[in-house]
Nanobody, 122 residues
């Protein structure tokens, strides 16, 4: 059974940074595409960033230049470094996994974590 556990969410002020982590078990990250998604109150879940099994990274426009996705296959852990945080970044952040390539479709991901709350105050 695949389990994904996110951590690192916190309450921060605008302009500050956070690093989210997602530790996987039951899954070999070396062969998986791993994505970060987020869901703000009253909004649909949306993609944030994804990294392919061959470490090609993709970002949504709002994260370009501020967010960096990375993976440590030896630790089976996915990271999201978020800098220059804005109040609009407030959301629950989820990691998700699928074998194959990154996808924009949430349905393409077969495993999801429980989420970690990020709150950015102005």
């Amino acid at each position: 059974e695949v389990q994904l556990v996110e951590s690192g969410g916190d309450l921060v002020q605008a302009g500050e940074s956070l690093r989210l982590s997602c530790t996987a078990s039951g899954l070999n990250l070396e062969y998986a595409a791993m994505g970060w998604f987020r869901q703000a109150p009253g909004e649909e879940r949306e993609g944030v960033s994804c990294i392919n099994w061959h470490s090609t990274a993709y970002y949504k426009d709002f994260g370009t230049g501020r967010f960096t996705i990375s993976r440590d296959n030896a630790k089976n852990t996915l990271y999201l470094q978020m800098n220059s945080l804005k109040p609009d970044d407030t959301a629950i952040y989820y990691c998700a996994a699928r074998y194959g390539e990154c996808s924009d479709s949430l349905r393409a991901y077969t495993s999801w974590g429980q989420g970690t709350q990020v709150t950015v105050s102005s």
